[in-house]
């Protein structure tokens, strides 16, 4: 379950912030936000994202640059709000 | 005293920590009007030097235009040096009326609302219009300004890939179920100096019934035939809902912004755009030196032809000398270096070339996409051009990088 999660996030990341001709290697350690990947302004498409496919509200106070950096951490923080 | 010496410690390691990162910003000082020709002192004490100026917004070399200062001095002289208001109190004079309406003939658009900046428009325009059932989808790289002013309101928002209208189309499809969606973009974007293509936006914002804002504070004056802007460019003047621009830049090189467009949208934003409630009114000479440009960008399309000329002329000799720059069509032409030292080096170096012009490198521009961002001018002649291409081939020769794409680049130098 946890694994399925980790590609499904990793799935949209990739989708959505990686251009074809970017050449990019995007792993579930990968920094996100502070390799420039994920700007703080577009990270809001990841958490519409997260809440909408897991059913979940992420508080803003949460939702911040660190835990978004690594498909690992967001899914560290998806997992603590199902509960 | 509440400024303790622990405070100011703190403070001064947060400087430190800029300084640290590569990304303080010099001080630099012009000693000259504006134009294309300036005198800098840089570093600061330093001696003043006569250099080329190619990083200023001054797209039509308005800045020091003999009849703009004429018609700021007439301002002056006949409405005052300032209106200590706000423009609904007792800020508001004919001439902010005239210059309001002269901007709403010139962009085609219903009414116009004159702000102290654009950065200001940008901020005030969106909590005045849009609500938590709303939502914004923005490119990607818009300016900071329209950010600022996107999270300074209750809609939602989404972003989509820079100019990738699959990528818009799929937000647009994800949020029908919202009140109003409104698009946002740059009509030029400044970093980039690529055109958003307004006609294919336009076209799915009708097919998703969603109202669409372009800010064309790097295009108003001289993008499209006479020069309105990039929705004149692409052809759909009737079809943009709100525009967003600046007299600070082509329009002039003062200050001053505006919020033009539908006017139901424009009333909104007189009623509860707070830069506008609460910041004082345009200054008289600056409006009346606006309504002069307006009558300048109107009578005649010679500056924004020049501009066009210059701009096709520099890209031309900078191409053939082998550097690598974006492909576009606007007098923003990025030289593009990858690595932030690289540019930083090279802008040093046309420095002592006689050529002004910056390096940027993230975060202002993402990782990896370090320039140097040229910006042309009618103010520019032939000659001034001829002689920055030739400070480019110049220290372009001295890092080993003419003829080198981006993976050349990268590979001698690194992202």
Redesign the interface.
Known sequence: MAEEMKDMILEYVVD??V?EDDDLDVTFNTPLIS??IV?S??M??LK?FLEKKFKISLPDSEATPEAFDTVDRICTLVRKHQG | MAYTEKARELFQKDIQTIKDKGIYKEKRFICSPQDAEIEVEYPEGAAREKVLNFCANNYLGLSSHPAVIQAAHDGLDQRGYGMSSVRFICGTQDIHRELQDRVSDFLGMEDTLLFPSCMDANSGVFESIMEQEDVII?D?LIHASL?DGIRLCSA????F?HMDMKHLKKKLELHQDKRHVLVVTDGVFSMDGDLAPLDEMCALCDQYGAMILVDDSHASGFIGKTGRGTHEHFNVIDKVDLITTTFGKGLGGASGGCVSGRKELVELCRQKARPYLFSNSMAPPIVNASIKVIDLVTSSTELRDKLEWNAAYFRKGIEAAGLAVRPGNTPIVPVMLYNAKLANDMSRDMYAEGIYVIGFF??VV???AARIRVQLSAAHTKEHIDKAVAAFRKIGEKYGILGLDKKGIIEKYGM
């Open positions: 959505e912030y251009d390799s420039g700007d302004f577009s809001v498409s519409v | 923005a990607r950010v939602q928002y989404d972003t890939k993230f975060p993402p990782a990896g």
